[in-house]
């Protein structure tokens, strides 16, 4: 796969021959019977992406398969591997379901493990701290149905992100992914994303070559940029003072394509950053863990 990551090889978690292991010899099988699924890490965290590989295929395998309901994306290499995202709510354990052609699969359980993730208190305006009117409840159901669009649509573009993703801002991180928000006493949601910190007007950067889906303005991200990658990833720019793109633009990765504000639900200027893999949002130092450089750093 573009952009992959040096890592340590994960626990081999599945092998096909076993009780895990479908065959239908007339469903055009191409398994072999030592072919086998590694993740790493070989325990995902909840709430973060980790990598698939499929060890021991033959040849020239068409491979397809999915995990916690979206699709995997397996790259063309020698061992084929995909990224797959392990959803925040996830039980302990997730299945990895991976189809080898026709009929002939290979079903792999592996455990998962708490993100423990914090919880804030912060204090906002009260029209943002209270629950919303009927008008813009409405407007904000309308509003995350277009970004879940973009993420869901992502797993039918093809791979367009080249190289290591980066992150959004060489700046550092003000809050982190996961955590519960209580909103001026009330716990309302978790933060869904991370935020770097930034002046106003300072530039945001695309994290990685994509297709630019929406450019809007949004009761709680203010104005927004969300950024479809393919192969299932996509990536959305939050509480901005400028958008410098379209919709419909193709950008690269470290293009500037806005401006750092406090637009939307905030408490001051900075960037929130999301990604989704499909779906699920993960944390984003997830992305730059497994698809970013070598190290997992910031470039």
């Given at each position: 796969m573009s952009g992959r990551a040096a890592f340590a090889l994960?626990?081999?978690v599945a092998v096909c021959g076993t009780a895990d292991y479908a065959n239908d010899s007339m469903g055009?099988?191409?398994?072999?019977?030592?072919a086998t699924i590694v993740?790493?890490?070989a325990i995902p965290t909840q709430g973060a992406l980790f990598r698939v590989r499929v060890r021991n295929v033959a040849p020239g395998s068409q491979l397809t398969g999915s995990v916690a309901g979206e699709a995997l994306h397996f790259s063309a290499d020698s061992i084929p591997e995909s990224l797959a995202a392990a959803p925040?709510?996830?039980p302990d354990s997730l299945t990895i379901v991976v189809r080898c052609g026709g009929s002939d699969s290979i079903v792999a359980r592996i455990g998962t493990t708490s993100g423990n993730y914090p919880i804030e208190r912060l204090q906002v305006a009260p029209a943002f701290g209270r629950p919303p009117d009927s008008a813009t409840a409405a407007r904000i159901d309308r509003e995350s149905k277009r970004a879940v669009g973009v993420a869901t649509r992502s797993h039918t573009t093809p791979q367009l992100w080249v190289g290591p993703f980066r992150h959004p801002r060489d700046a550092r991180i003000t809050s982190g992914f996961g955590g519960g928000r209580e909103y001026n006493g009330a716990i309302t949601s978790r933060h869904m994303g991370t935020d770097f910190a930034g002046t106003t007007g300072a530039p945001v950067l695309a994290a990685n070559r994509g297709v630019v889906r929406i450019?809007?303005?949004?009761?709680?991200g203010g104005n927004v940029v969300y950024i479809d990658h393919g192969a299932g990833l996509s990536s959305a720019y939050l509480h901005l003072s400028r958008q410098l793109v379209a919709a419909g633009d193709t950008v690269q990765r470290g293009q500037t394509i806005g401006r750092v504000g406090a637009?939307?639900?905030v408490t001051g200027p900075h960037l929130h950053f999301i990604v989704r893999y499909g779906s699920v949002t993960v944390d984003p130092l997830s992305l730059f863990a497994v698809a970013g450089d070598s190290s997992g750093t910031r470039p």
């Open positions: 994960g626990a081999i055009g099988a191409t398994c072999t019977p030592a993740t790493e890490p925040i709510d996830s450019v809007d303005a949004f009761f709680y637009t939307g639900r």
